[in-house]
């Protein structure tokens, strides 16, 4: 039996499957609401989409190692990915094409457990940065125009056509 075989039929901890399980079921309700908001919002093309999961993989599996002095840091480019998203996609769009490449590339090279949990934070940090982005969003929207003479609500006594 492959030491790998052995870990993999070992029992989790409870506080670890519990971990696991809750970052499972928040991911998931993170893809769920992000595909139903997905489908409200404008599809758009597969080739954005695309690069985003390719970025996304890439950021993933590709990491630069820097070594200063007796020191070393790996830096991967998942920031590059979220970037790229954010401005080339609706939000929703974002984390669904993040869930798709994190997929992508844990499901074939870590076991079933440590895969689950990679993609549930990988789709929940997303999905936050979203969320926060979402927020400044609406917050920095200009007042809404009256809807019959465009003007701004406190002014359409100037306005005739009202």
């Not at 992000?34 to 695309?50: E, K, Q």
């Not at 895969?115 to 007042?143: E, F, H, K, M």
Request: charged letters at 15%; a positive charge; one cysteine or more.
């Amino acid at each position: 039996m492959h030491a790998a075989q052995r870990v993999a039929t070992l029992p989790l901890p409870r506080r670890l499957r519990t971990l696991i399980v809750s970052a499972s079921v928040a991911g998931t309700a993170c893809v769920v609401g992000a595909f139903g908001a997905a489908l409200t919002d404008s599809v758009p093309t597969w080739r954005v989409v695309g690069t985003m999961i390719v970025f996304v993989i890439l950021s993933r599996t590709m990491s630069l190692q820097l070594r200063i002095g007796s020191s070393s840091a790996a830096i991967d480019w998942g920031d590059a990915a979220l970037v790229y998203g954010l401005v080339e996609l609706d939000l929703p769009w974002v984390v669904l094409a993040t869930a798709i490449g994190a997929v992508c590339v844990f499901a074939m090279r870590l076991e079933r457990v440590k895969a689950t949990y990679n993609i549930a934070a990988a789709v929940i940090s997303t999905s936050l940065a979203c969320l926060v982005l979402a927020d400044g969003r609406s917050a920095a929207r200009p007042a809404q125009r009256h809807r019959c003479s465009g003007a701004h609500p406190r002014r359409r006594h100037l306005h005739r056509r009202c």
